[in-house]
């Protein structure tokens, strides 16, 4: 340890050889602290580098005692702060632990929540009564502390002459997203600034949505308890030495002299455009006209201000719609207090209403464990892939299926063969109820129907029945008799298989023995055909003859786990896999290969469905062609504690297992809530909505993505929460703060609520966000661009329907996005050839799908763009916008005068055609819009308009059918109809009877079902309603 006053010696040797010149400039400046590189001070003493970080409080201050030696006396100059620590202080904030107090450390993370600067008191002189003695009191903690005597002896009240005030502000710092692995939490730190690291100036880098680097020393404050005293437990913060801002928007990205020349010459390029296009998610076939507009997103229009304040957006806002990824009808679905289901059977239309509480993946262990479906959606002819995972689980799919791997969800056509994706460690099963068997009673035909009984419910010894019978026994064909059969070195199972069949049927099987010579032997399989066998032991046969029995077990011919067993009860479905496992399994302890416990079967679809029903007791097995095997030592226990063996000769194998277990294995380290499996095939819709969010969430220097499902308005806006530190309240960001200046990608936005969705429309039109509560007025800039994405109101694309109509989103929310673009679905041979071509291609060699401009560099040439041009309307490009808006909304006057007028086109629009028309002229790296950047711009629009603005009952474009949801024409009609309500009510009075205004209305040019159907729609609107059945009257 170096001597206070050698570090202050050392310090001002420093101070002299390598600051001198930097001390003059800092005090001509005005500044309050001296920054100083950690690398210089290490080259400079290695001893004294190391006494800072060790020490920082007491080092820092001889670093300060020796920088007031210099001649600084009438400078503000009186702080020295440290950056650029090595790599060993730099720490996550999740790994800050107790030992790390009092240590010089560097995080970096974003700032959430900042507090207002207030005043703190450092220092505070008293006064004696008797004496006048002035006495001076450090304030190093929390509470303001008083001198309890003064060197004359009195003890009491003191005045307080004067105090020392500094500036101080709280700010929580959040871990960066990218620095998670798998499911982890994003943690939290204090963090707190004082002095000259919170001026107006160092203010501004530290908003809410910053990303930050901060170096300072690790301390300890007290938790206080609910009654007011200090708490055994502390908190952890740390206190600033020195912030820095390490997020670059798009402008301050540097850029040096060689990349400028090349950004150059690739402006140049003729093809320049096509070559941003195709580097836009590369991996993605298709959806030229959706990457034109996103190159032209990142890009943006020109931010203009005007004389009088107001302000008019550069930013381009763009909406996907996108159809939702589906498995197959037979894929079993996880119910939480229902066992498992086959999805198919949960509804029986498409978009019926339903509420099945389903088991979900989770990213961390405080996720809820399960999600409400609430509508069961239902697609004929969807083209799907099959997903299998190394130990033989597969799932059917859509190729947009989201699946979780280590990097995030991720669509089944974007996973490469190796990826390794979540999969549940455990089904939850909750359910009581014994499922019901749904047995009917044989009709009776010309002989004798043997009086039998019909079980209702599935019990343990009929689960027991049906895993025996379909691993060991046979029914006949034609109905009329049942049969399995027993080895003579399992003869103890006969009594209990037979007391199985008294049990549930009521009836005793007949039990047949019979001598096999060690030579092939048929016997008979129950489906027609015979089996042949080879074997010198005795058999037994038990055998039932009835009719009964034979049709209600006929099920059990397919080979296939019932789906009674997949809603049953835990112990029903022990039973099940235990007496299968004793017709077709064995285990294996030692001398015939790995230690394991096998079933065999050539139906590969029953390996699979004990394989899923194994999860139930967290039992993970693997599937290799013909035989299911459980390998794990902790999985062959839960095999033994849950489910077992019946017979003395298998019971005896499997405790062989477990003493070969017991001194063989060592304890394995589990997480409850994770799995990960990795996929070994993916057998061949590409909409790569999902994945265009997330590379452009990625590309964009401050892009933030969200997931409307778990957004909430304040998650997206801003809200107000507690501040511990000022004992008020504080502002916290959300997404669209956060991404100030940057992108903010917002996925599921149909799934928010309308509450939260409300919250946008400000921050989309006007790009800030305000808050007004608890006492805190404020106005945040939001000046970020927005693409969004959610899925059509009824699933799926309906290419009969107009898509405007199938948007689940309020008009008015519609109407603040530039472009809106649905990305259909739609079966096509010829195109889902191509898809499956090129998607098979990213899984076979993904190095392959190279972007034409790398990512690096297509960031600094977008930031290249936008600082460097503002590009200004041409002549040419006015008239061309002119003439286009001007033709399209002169479409909409052309129509009767009594008629309302459709509008093809608003200012919204042609202030979108502005935006892109200037985003197109950056594109070239060019200071003038053209005329061909407004052609780009107007065929973007157009294409735009005629998927979601048109009118399909006149073929024109009504962008009412956008704005209010309601066409020209229907409004039209709505007139004629209120009219000829009028009309009817002078001549019959108030009420009027339905069919009377039918028949007017038909009249006047209404089709009926039309009339029908706005009849309904005026009746939600309050304008009429119905006083009695059959006739309705004005309100």
């Known amino acids: 340890m170096i001597d206070a006053t050698v570090q202050i010696e050392k310090f001002r040797e420093f ?42 409080e007491e080092t820092i201050k001889a670093a300060e005692i020796a920088l007031s030696q210099f001649d600084i006396a009438e400078s503000n100059l009186s702080k020295i702060r440290f950056f650029n620590l090595v790599e060993s202080q730099k720490v996550l904030i999740r790994n800050i632990r107790s030992n790390n107090l009092n240590d010089f450390m560097s995080i970096e993370g974003i700032v959430r929540q900042a507090s207002d600067v207030r005043p703190q008191v450092t220092m505070a002189k008293f006064e004696c009564p008797s004496c006048g003695n002035t006495i001076t009191i450090p304030q190093l903690d929390s509470k303001f502390k008083e001198p309890s005597r003064c060197s004359c002896g009195r003890r009491g009240k003191f005045r307080l002459l004067s105090k020392e005030l500094v500036d101080v502000q709280r700010l929580v710092i959040e871990e960066m997203p990218e620095m998670l692995e798998g499911g982890e939490q994003q943690k939290r730190i204090s963090v707190f600034l004082s002095e000259d690291l919170v001026e107006p100036k160092m203010e501004k880098k530290t908003t809410p949505g910053s990303k930050v680097r901060v170096t300072g020393m690790i301390k300890e404050v007290p938790l206080i308890s609910k009654s007011g005293a200090q708490s055994t437990r502390y908190d952890i913060v740390i206190e600033a030495n020195y912030i820095e801002p390490i997020e670059e928007i798009y402008e301050e990205i540097d850029i040096s002299k ?15 455009f096509e070559k941003l296009r195709a580097s836009i998610a590369p991996t993605i076939y298709g959806h030229e006209t959706i990457k034109d507009a996103l190159v032209l997103q990142m890009f943006g229009g020109v931010r203009k201000i005007k004389e009088d304040g107001t302000k008019n957006r550069g930013d381009i806002h763009i909406l996907l ?24 059977n949960l509804g029986k239309k498409h978009m019926e209403p339903i509420l099945e509480a389903v088991t979900k993946i989770r990213k961390g262990p405080y996720d809820k464990p399960y999600d409400f479906a609430t509508t069961f959606q239902y697609y004929k002819q969807q083209p799907v892939l099959k997903v299998v995972t190394e130990t033989g689980k597969e799932v059917i799919c859509t190729y947009n299926q989201p699946f979780l791997t280590k990097d995030g969800w991720k669509r089944a056509d974007e996973i490469p063969l190796g990826t390794k994706i979540r999969v549940m460690p455990k089904i939850s099963n909750n359910t009581k109820n014994l499922a019901l068997t749904n047995f009917t009673r044989a009709k009776k035909g010309s002989g004798v129907l043997k009086e039998v009984n019909i079980p209702e419910k599935v019990t343990p010894e009929l689960a027991s029945l049906y895993g025996y019978m379909i691993g060991n026994g046979n029914i006949h064909p034609n109905g009329y008799r049942v049969a399995c059969y027993v080895n003579n070195e399992e003869i103890d199972l006969i009594e209990k298989i037979s007391g199985f069949w008294k049990n549930t049927f009521g009836v005793g099987p007949s039990i047949i023995k019979t001598k096999v010579d060690r030579q092939i032997k048929t016997i008979d399989n129950g489906n027609g055909l015979l089996r042949e066998i ?31 067993i997949f809603r049953s009860p835990k112990y029903i479905v022990a039973r099940f896999i235990s007496w299968l496992f004793e017709a077709n399994g064995c285990a294996f302890g030692k001398g015939r290969g790995k230690t394991s416990i096998q079933l065999k079967s050539r139906t590969l679809e029953l390996l699979k469905d004990v394989q899923l029903l194994l999860l139930y007791f967290g039992i993970h097995s693997m599937v290799i062609e013909d035989n299911l095997f459980i390998r794990r030592s902790y999985g062959m226990e839960l095999f033994a504690k849950y489910i077992g063996f019946n017979s003395e000769k298998k019971k005896n194998a499997l405790n062989e297992v477990l003493d070969v277990i017991k001194n063989k294995s060592w304890p394995q380290k589990r997480k409850k809530f994770q799995r990960y499996e990795e996929i070994n095939g993916i057998v061949c819709h590409n909409s790569g909505k999902s994945q265009t969010l997330q590379f452009v969430a990625k590309a964009a220097p401050k892009g933030r993505f969200v997931s409307g499902r778990g957004a909430s308005g304040a998650g997206l806006t801003a809200t107000v929460v507690k501040d511990e530190f000022l004992r008020g309240f504080a502002l916290e960001a959300g997404a669209m703060v956060l991404a100030n200046r940057g992108i903010a990608v917002i996925d599921e936005l149909d799934k928010m609520s309308p509450e939260d969705r409300s919250a946008l429309h400000e921050a989309l039109e006007q790009q800030t966000v305000t808050i007004t509560k608890a006492n805190i007025q404020a106005t945040l800039r939001a ?112 129509i009767g005068e009594t008629e309302i007028k459709r509008i093809p086109i608003t200012a919204r629009q042609l202030e979108a055609l502005v935006r892109l028309s200037e985003a197109s002229a950056k594109v070239r790296l060019s200071d003038k819009v053209t005329k061909k950047d407004a052609q780009i711009a107007i065929k973007l629009l157009e294409h735009c308009l005629m998927e979601v603005g048109i009118d399909r009952e006149t073929g024109k474009i009504d962008i009412d059918k956008i704005s209010t949801g309601i066409t020209a024409t229907t409004r039209n009609r709505i007139h004629i109809l209120k009219e000829a309500i009028d009309d009817l009510e002078a001549r019959l009075g108030k009420t009027i009877p339905l069919e009377e205004l039918v028949i007017e209305a038909v009249k006047r040019g209404i089709d009926e079902e039309k009339v029908e159907e706005l009849i309904e729609n005026m009746k939600r609107s309050g304008d009429i309603f119905e006083p009695k059945r059959g006739f309705i009257q004005k309100i």
Do not use: W
Request: with cysteine.
């Open 15 to 56: 101070l002299e050889l390598q600051y001198q010149n930097k001390i003059n400039e800092i005090i001509n400046q005005g500044k309050k602290s001296l920054l100083i590189d950690f690398s210089d001070l290490s080259k400079f003493d290695v001893e004294l580098s190391e006494q800072l970080l060790e020490e920082p």
């Open 258 to 272: 060689e990349e400028a020349v090349e950004i150059k010459r690739l402006a140049n390029d003729e093809r320049i």
């Open 321 to 344: 719609i996108g159809d939702p990824g589906c498995i197959s009808g037979d894929s079993q679905v996880s119910l939480i207090n229902k066992g498992m289901e086959q999805i198919q």
């Open 534 to 564: 080879i074997s010198a032991q005795e058999l037994y046969i038990l055998e039932i003859n009835s009719r009964q029995v034979a049709e209600s077990l006929l099920f059990l011919a397919h080979k296939r786990a019932p789906q009674q």
């Open 783 to 894: 000046e970020t661009t927005v693409l969004a994405a959610a899925n059509p109101k009824f699933g799926r694309f309906d290419p009969y329907t107009p898509i405007a109509s199938q948007i689940d989103l309020p008009p008015t929310l519609i109407n603040r996005f530039d472009l809106i673009f649905p990305v259909k679905d739609l079966p096509n041979k010829e195109k889902d050839e191509k898809i499956a071509r090129h998607v098979l291609t990213v899984h076979q060699h993904p190095s392959l799908i190279e972007p034409e401009i790398p990512i690096k560099v297509l960031k600094k040439y977008i930031s290249y763009a936008r600082k460097n041009f503002k590009p200004v309307l041409t002549d040419a490009a006015v008239n061309e916008i002119t003439e286009f808006y001007v033709g399209l909304r002169n479409e909409g006057s052309s």
